[in-house]
């Protein structure tokens, strides 16, 4: 399965390797729809589905889709602070701070610098 194959492979280029990822397939009705994550933060635990009747105008190559499911765990610090009902300015600061941290260790390695 090449998605699998690519996020794996965006897993470790990004150091996301504290993260068990899961892979299913799911076919949607709704064919603009290629791949959907579920994020568990707190476990760490990612669970990806991926469509295996993509095909026409939205097709995409395996390694874009799962590059760009792979990129929603950059956010996901964000993304969990936002749920929460009761968040401070401190814990706002430190979520953003997770995703700096996580994006300038990818662009560190892109340059490579690490």
Not at 14 to 19: A, Q, R, S, V
Not at 97 to 110: A, P
Request: hydrophobic share 40%; aromatic share 14%.
């Amino acid at each position: 399965m090449q998605f699998k194959k690519w996020a794996l492979y965006y897993r470790k280029k990004f150091g996301l390797l504290d993260w068990e990822f899961r892979f299913y397939h799911q076919d949607y009705d709704d064919k603009a729809v290629i791949a959907t994550t579920d994020a568990d933060s707190e476990a760490a635990i990612v669970s990806f589905w991926y469509s295996r009747t993509v095909r026409g105008i939205h097709d995409r190559h395996p390694r874009f889709t799962a590059l760009h499911e792979v990129c929603h765990l950059l956010v996901d610090p964000l993304y969990a602070a936002a749920w929460d009902r009761w968040i401070t300015k401190d814990q706002v600061q430190q979520s953003v701070e997770k995703v700096t941290v996580r994006i300038t260790s990818i662009i560190e390695k892109l340059e490579g610098r690490c």
